[in-house]
């Protein structure tokens, strides 16, 4: 963890310190070394919050975006008793959610629920292939009405699959903590894949960094995406170049489904 409580501050790690967890209320001990990024830890082996993640260089940059207040804010469901960290919560009610390390279907679902008012920040530069992908898939985006909002048909060819069943924004960040010299690439910006619409469409909006950590700042992300009747002002526009079909995963033999082994 980033900050232990000290005197009832929220203070960083420094070597041979001692504090106290935010959430649990037990000691912390600062591991200031060469290899980790300088953090808090309990005394035993685990964390109290069973979702709490290794942190990264690439957490830090991102929460050190928001006031001291905001991060790592511990959250209690007052009817279960459940208790989580929550990496940022913002003065609006918003939690930030930065994950870098895989997380499978099951965790991702219970943070969803257990936060509610969420949105993920997702390492695109931890795995060699999720940027190569977006790069192919990004191809196929079909423009909007709105600047900067796409509609994907196919937002697997663009994103990791555990990704696409979230029920709140998922925001992906290729850039990752690497310096990109040329201005005009595009992993300075970030790609929100929104939760599937009731249209049945996926919505993918291109945000440039500063402009989504400015909105979340004061409140104006996450935007709320068309409810079905205004997806009609949203209305596709001509689809750029020519409208791809894909052929389906599945064939029918004999009276029953079969998937197509080469998909
Ligand atoms: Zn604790």
């Keep these: ?67 001291v207040a905001w991060q790592e804010t511990p959250l209690l469901d007052q009817l279960t008793g459940e208790k989580h960290i ?19 279907a099951q965790e991702r679902m219970a943070r969803e629920k257990f936060y509610m008012n969420m949105i993920w920040i997702v390492d695109g530069a931890r ?46 960040d290729f850039r990752g903590v690497a310096s990109i010299d040329d201005p005009g690439d595009i992993r300075h910006g970030l790609y929100c894949l929104f939760p599937r619409h009731s249209s049945g469409h996926f919505f993918l909006a291109a945000i ?13 992300f996450p935007i709320k995406l068309a409810s079905t009747d205004s997806v009609k002002q949203i209305e596709v526009m001509k689809p750029s170049g020519s409208f791809r079909r894909r052929e389906s995963p599945y064939y029918l033999e004999r009276g029953r489904w079969k998937r197509r082994r080469h998909l």
Aim: hydrophobic share 35%; charged share 25%.
């Design 1 to 67: 963890m980033k900050f232990a409580l000290i005197n009832g501050s929220k203070i960083e790690a420094t070597k041979g310190a001692k504090g106290v967890c935010p959430s649990c209320g037990s000691e912390l001990i600062a591991k200031c070394g060469e290899f980790k990024i300088n953090h808090w830890a309990h005394k035993g082996v685990h964390n109290c919050d069973p979702w709490w993640e290794n942190e990264t260089e690439w957490h830090r940059l991102w929460k050190n975006n928001f006031p």
């Design 127 to 172: 795995l060699k292939k999720d940027y190569p992908r977006f790069c192919k898939g990004r191809n196929d985006l079909r423009a909007t009405q709105k600047k900067g909002l796409f509609i994907i048909d196919f937002p697997d060819e663009c994103f990791p699959s555990s990704w696409l069943a979230s029920s709140v924004p998922v925001i992906f």
């Design 86 to 104: 929550a990496d940022v919560k913002t003065e609006h009610g918003v939690v930030i959610e930065f994950q870098h390390s895989p997380i499978n």
């Design 208 to 220: 440039p960094r500063t402009s989504l950590i400015v909105n979340l700042l004061n409140g104006n």
